[in-house]
């Protein structure tokens, strides 16, 4: 439903039903989430699939997940890895984990992946495949430009007659084919997840830190990090995971006993990300990996 005059854009989702509305919006964002949070909670509770939110890939056989809140770097640091060669995307979003066979098998949620067309900040080879997709929001009018750190201000494309600029929006996306970055080689469709790194921002805390699966699920039920990570960025979010609906009691005690099994496969190590760059904080994870 669309063009309601004076009320707000609202989504509703109904579980015991699963039925899920869209109130005057016609944004695919809006549509995107809604529908990932009906599959997630329809599989939760017919398939036994525990869902997953985080940056994923896989590193010479070995799958993992960046795991953590606003302002602990995780965008810029998972294209850092993609700059490496033996790297391969697996999912970045949402995945689903499934259990058996002594694996703990995550399979990514979507063909293609919707993008923040902003990235190409972090990772420059975006910005022409970007030219291919389907995109929504993108600004065609120098005057919309809400891109405060812009590099080209001075020398902006749109000036010079480019009818548009995929960096200027915050909100502006697109549709990528994961296969376009790399190739067969360079996406997955499916990880054996052994290693989740839950990323906080602390400038008092170690830089790497293994925990124990008690450690672990205290972070991830509270759904922050310690430190200066989520200053003024509102409710803390349960397992980071803004598509675990609904948050009584019984739903999260049931994906905290799926973490506790995901953690009798995979190793979790806290990676603080202050005071380090992404280039640094690729090389430390890429060593965990293969160490």
């Known amino acids: 439903m669309d063009g309601v005059v004076g009320r707000e854009p609202h989504a509703f989702y109904h579980s015991e039903s699963s039925t899920g509305l869209l109130f005057n919006t016609d944004y695919y964002g809006a549509l995107r989430s809604l529908a990932l949070t009906l599959v997630a909670d329809l599989g939760e509770r017919l398939f036994d699939l525990h869902t997953v939110r985080g940056f994923s890939g896989d590193f010479q056989g070995r799958g993992f997940v960046l795991i953590g ?97 995929f960096m200027a929006s915050k909100t502006s996306t697109a549709m990528l084919d994961p296969y376009w970055i790399g190739g067969m080689e360079r996406h997955v469709k499916r990880i054996d997840l052994q290693f989740l790194f839950l990323l906080t921002n602390d400038p008092l805390a170690e830089p790497l830190k293994e925990l124990d699966a008690e450690q672990a699920l205290q972070l991830l039920r509270r759904g922050s990090s310690s430190g200066a990570a989520m200053p003024g960025q509102g409710k803390d979010q349960p397992f980071y995971n803004p598509y675990l609906l609904p948050h009584d009691e019984l739903r999260l005690k049931q994906h905290q006993e799926r973490f506790l099994r995901l953690l009798q496969f995979a190793k979790v190590v806290q990676l603080n990300t202050a005071n380090q760059t992404p280039a640094r904080l690729a090389e430390r994870i890429k060593e965990m990996i293969t160490g």
């Open 69 to 165: 809140p606003r302002g602990t770097q995780k965008t810029p640091l998972f294209y850092q890895l993609l700059q490496d060669e033996n790297m391969a995307l697996h999912s970045n979003d949402l995945l689903f984990v499934r259990f058996g066979g002594g694996f703990a098998a995550a399979d990514v949620a979507e063909r293609k992946f919707y993008l923040p067309t902003q990235h190409a900040e972090y990772f420059p080879a975006l910005e022409a495949l970007f030219e291919k997709c389907k995109c929504e929001n993108v600004i065609t009018n120098r005057v919309d430009c809400e891109y405060q750190n812009c590099v080209n201000a001075e020398q902006c494309s749109m000036d010079r007659g480019a009818p548009y600029c």
